[in-house]
């Protein structure tokens, strides 16, 4: 759950590596934002952290239930290949 107010603000998808023996610091390469509104659905995919201002315009118009699934999350690992990561999915308050 997050409030409309806090997603609004949205503006880069991070990524953090838990439970490692070293501070491991990664990018989000691309991801793709898909909305749920009133039963419609939007998907817009990017390139780099940012979201850009089509996905922030998106963000701007969400009401109490819409749901926001980031997916297709890539992170830049030091010295390998991009590596896919967990979804993310918020449920507007």
């Known amino acids: 759950m997050i ?3 806090k997603i609004k603000l949205a503006q880069r998808v991070d990524a953090v ?21 009133g039963g419609d659905l939007r998907e817009f995919t990017t390139k780099g952290y940012k979201l ?9 118009k969400l009401k109490k239930g819409d749901r926001v699934y980031f997916e297709n999350i890539k992170v830049a690992m030091p010295g390998g290949k ?3 990561v967990p979804s993310i999915i918020f449920k507007v308050k």
């Open 52 to 60: 850009d201002g089509k996905m922030r315009t998106m963000l701007s």
């Open 82 to 84: 991009p590596r896919k």
């Open 17 to 37: 590596m838990e439970n490692f023996d070293f501070e491991l610091r990664v990018r989000v390469s691309s991801f793709t934002m898909t909305v749920s509104m």
């Open 3 to 5: 409030s409309r107010g």
